[in-house]
């Protein structure tokens, strides 16, 4: 019954790597989300994608690049991993049922991610 | 710019206990969702509330929301051990789920 799978639990990189976080999810939403999560910060939104080939900055994204090939999938790539990167990155996604909203997101597992 | 604001954001109680978790926002908004965290895992969806004075429970937790007031709150009754989580209440500016902004979430830690 899984719906929304990040690919990997834990991740440990190195400095300079470049990093791909994957997500799939089988329930055919159009809307999908990066979150990272860290102690006292809550959750904040890293970048979000609407549709197929389009995605929108959130509320940090530097350091941070997307890319949505397919609906199902939603890739979040760090581009050259630094230390103040790690954290526990979340991925979720919505209906858009062309209005009002009654779902919310469902989330990933979640990716605890540490770069040494 | 909306902001989610929770208090409190630890709260340790005995079991037997009621208590009540506050979560403010500051824009008006008639969706407003709140979700579990046990330690090391993802968020999981308990309540939607989609109207001014919905009120939804499941077991000891009840949630409630006054869109007046721009206020829901989250409340325990007769708190247990497995009650102990973060919970996180985001709220739905747009009313499309295309971008909730959560609160800082609320760490309930439930002792014997």
């Known amino acids: 019954d899984v719906k929304v799978t990040q690919s990997s639990r834990y991740l440990v990189k190195r400095t300079g790597e470049k990093v791909f976080l994957e997500c799939v999810q089988d329930?055919?939403?159009?809307?999908m989300f990066w979150y990272r999560q860290d102690p006292g910060l809550g959750l904040r939104l890293i970048y979000f994608?609407?549709?197929?080939?389009?995605?929108e900055k959130g509320d940090i994204p530097e350091g941070y690049s997307v890319s949505r090939e397919k609906k199902e999938r939603f890739s979040l790539i760090l581009e050259s991993a630094s230390t103040n990167q790690t954290s526990m990155y979340l991925c979720?996604?919505?209906?858009?049922?062309?209005?009002?909203?009654?779902?919310?997101?469902?989330f990933g597992s979640g990716t605890r991610l540490t770069v040494v | 710019e909306l902001k989610v604001e929770q208090n409190p954001l630890f709260l340790s109680m005995q079991e037997g206990k009621n208590y009540t978790i506050y979560c403010n926002y500051s824009?008006?908004?008639?969706?407003l969702y709140w979700y579990r965290q046990d330690p090391g895992k993802s968020l999981e969806s308990l309540f939607v509330?989609?109207?001014?004075?919905a009120v939804k429970q499941e077991g000891r937790l009840m949630a409630s929301l006054d869109t007046k007031a721009r206020l829901s709150t989250l409340h325990i009754t007769a708190a247990v051990h497995d009650l102990s989580a973060t919970y996180f209440c985001?709220?739905?500016?747009?009313?499309?789920?295309?971008?909730?902004?959560f609160g800082t979430g609320t760490r309930l830690q439930v002792t014997l």
């Open positions: 979720a996604s919505s209906l858009w049922a062309g209005g009002l909203s009654n779902y919310g997101y469902t």
């Open positions: 329930m055919d939403h159009e809307n």
């Open positions: 994608s609407y549709d197929v080939k389009m995605k």
């Open positions: 824009t008006t908004s008639d969706r």
């Open positions: 509330l989609l109207s001014n004075g």
């Open positions: 985001a709220v739905d500016l747009l009313g499309t789920a295309s971008k909730l902004t």
